[in-house]
Every structure is written in structure tokens, then in C-alpha cells.
């Protein structure tokens, strides 16, 4: 069974856990990673563009010209795709950009994206924060302490208000309760902080 060293908010070690083999130790499925994501930044479209066909510009409801002895082209409305003005062939219309996955792919993808970041070395695991109030500038502490830069990823206890308020205005930080990960928040950064609560709630949850 793989260990992972648990870290303070000073960045110091306060011990280990057992991660969960079913769910660290597993090959990273690519293909149904990538599948889980594009359905989740799919059915994030908002699908409201639109167009109007002919039938819907308003006017020419007169034939422009009579048929024949003009010369020209037989027209029957003013309004017909080839004019200007007139209305759209195959636009967009409003829709739902949405498809399904099924819940055993949803969580396959969630564990293979936890086991690669722990391959890459872009996992690690904390004590609870202990914030006594709200305050950005403790965050800002906790991140140098772990020597975290670029784009991170913060899963937290669900009744960890006090360190997602704190954590929340840090430009390259995106934290979130532990109950609402998805495979996209958990593979769209460089690096991936777990506390002890929500490692303990994903090992319930995927294991």
C-alpha cells in the first residue's frame, strides 16, 4: 500500500496516511478521462446562440418581381437566404450542448486522475486548517509554507468555511468542498492539495 507524508500548515511533516490502492494505485485511463471532461465543459455551454431562417426575418412577404419577361432571376421574397437581409441556412439555434456518462466512467476518471497526480508528484496531503477567522493573508502563509506555485487545486472539508473564505481570493487558487470534485477541477492545475477530511471522503466515496 502506497504512504503519503501529511504535512502542517507550516509545510513541516506530522505524519503519514495509507492511500487507498483501489484509488492511488491504479493505470490512469486516458481516453475516459478525456471523455468525463468534455462532457462536463460541454453541458457548462450556455447553447443560446441563434439565427433566423426565412421564415422568421421580418418582411418580404411580396414578391419582389413577376416571374417572367424580366429577365432576371425568378425571386419569391426578399427575404430568402441569398439576399441581403434575408435569412439563415443552418445557423445555430438554441440547444443543449449536454451528453451522458454513466457514474462508474465519472468516478474511473476521478480515480485515474488522482493516481496521476500522485505519479507526477503533484499530490500532497494536509492536516485540517485551523483558521480561527477568515483571512487571505493566512492562506497566502499556508501556500509559500508548502512551497506551492503556479495553478492549485484545494479540496477541503465541507465545514471548512473559515479556510475557504480564506482561500478563495488567491488569484491561481481554486478551492472547493471535498463533496463537490470533479475530474476537471482535479486535472486542471499543477498542483493538487487534499486535507485529511476530504482524503478520507474520496477514499469512501472511490475506494
Known amino acids: 500500500m502506497t504512504t503519503i507524508d501529511i504535512l502542517n500548515a507550516s509545510g513541516e511533516k506530522a505524519g503519514t496516511a495509507e492511500l487507498a490502492a483501489t484509488?492511488?494505485?491504479?493505470e490512469p485511463n486516458v481516453p475516459v478521462m478525456h471523455q468525463v471532461v468534455r462532457a462536463q465543459?460541454?453541458?457548462w455551454r450556455s447553447g443560446t446562440s441563434n439565427t433566423l431562417t426565412r421564415g422568421k426575418v421580418?418582411?418580404?412577404?411580396?414578391?419582389?418581381?413577376?416571374?417572367?419577361?424580366?429577365?432576371?432571376a425568378r425571386q419569391g421574397t426578399i427575404r430568402a437566404p441569398q439576399w441581403r437581409?434575408?435569412?439563415?441556412?443552418?445557423?445555430p439555434h438554441p440547444r443543449s450542448y449536454a451528453f451522458p456518462v454513466n457514474k462508474k466512467e465519472i468516478k474511473l476518471a476521478m480515480r485515474s486522475a488522482l493516481a496521476?497526480?500522485?505519479?507526477?508528484?503533484?499530490?500532497?496531503?494536509?492536516?485540517?486548517f485551523k483558521f480561527e477567522k477568515p483571512r487571505t493573508k493566512d492562506a497566502v502563509a499556508v501556500m509559500n509554507a508548502l512551497k506551492l506555485e503556479g495553478?492549485?487545486?484545494?479540496?477541503?472539508?465541507d465545514d471548512a468555511v473559515e479556510?475557504?473564505?480564506?482561500?478563495r481570493n488567491l488569484p491561481k487558487v481554486t478551492v472547493m468542498p471535498c463533496t463537490a470534485m470533479n475530474t476537471y477541477d482535479l486535472l486542471d492545475n499543477k498542483n493538487l492539495v487534499l486535507t485529511e477530511t476530504a482524503l478520507k471522503y474520496?477514499?469512501?466515496?472511490?475506494?
Do not use: C, N, Y
Open 163 to 167: 479556510a475557504f473564505l480564506s482561500f
Open 202 to 207: 474520496i477514499e469512501e466515496v472511490l475506494a
Open 23 to 26: 484509488v492511488f494505485d491504479i
Open 116 to 128: 496521476a497526480k500522485l505519479a507526477d508528484g503533484q499530490l500532497t496531503v494536509v492536516e485540517d
Open 151 to 157: 495553478r492549485t487545486t484545494v479540496l477541503i472539508g
Open 58 to 72: 421580418r418582411g418580404g412577404g411580396r414578391k419582389p418581381w413577376r416571374q417572367k419577361g424580366t429577365g432576371r
Open 85 to 91: 437581409g434575408g435569412g439563415v441556412v443552418f445557423g
Open 41 to 43: 465543459r460541454a453541458s
